[in-house]
């Protein structure tokens, strides 16, 4: 069974960066399409970033220009640099990846602990 194992989080002021890993036992990554999630408190998972085995990504509106997703295939390494963090982005950041033509809302993938992310002041 894949395990994913993500990596990076902290406590961080608002306008700090952080950058989180995610490592996977398996070689799943190349032929998939990765996201990184996000879950608060009281709200539901959210998809973040994604990025396709050819390197396109897509990002939520909430962190286009302050989020990078990318991913080293070879490594099965997917990363995420977080600039100009703000309080709103506190919350606990998974990983996971999904057949190309799939569905991002319900990957196929178990999902793994998760880092906390926390933005405050």
């Known amino acids: 069974q894949v395990q994913l194992v993500e990596s990076g989080g902290g406590l961080v002021q608002p306008g700090g960066s952080l950058r989180l890993s995610c490592a996977a036992s398996?070689?799943?990554?190349?032929?998939?399409?990765m996201g990184w999630y996000r879950q608060a408190p009281g709200k539901q998972r959210e998809l973040v970033a994604s990025?396709?085995?050819?390197?396109?990504?897509t990002y939520a509106d909430s962190v286009k220009g302050r989020f990078t997703i990318s991913r080293d295939n070879a490594k099965n390494t997917v990363y995420l640099q977080m600039n100009s963090l703000k309080p709103e982005d506190t919350a606990v950041y998974y990983c996971?990846?999904?057949?190309?033509?799939?569905?991002?809302?319900?990957?196929?993938?178990?999902w793994g602990q998760g880092t906390q992310v926390t933005v405050s002041s």
């Open positions: 996971n990846g999904y057949p190309p033509h799939s569905s991002w809302k319900d990957p196929p993938l178990n």
């Open positions: 398996g070689t799943i990554f190349s032929p998939f399409v």
């Open positions: 990025i396709t085995a050819s390197g396109s990504t």
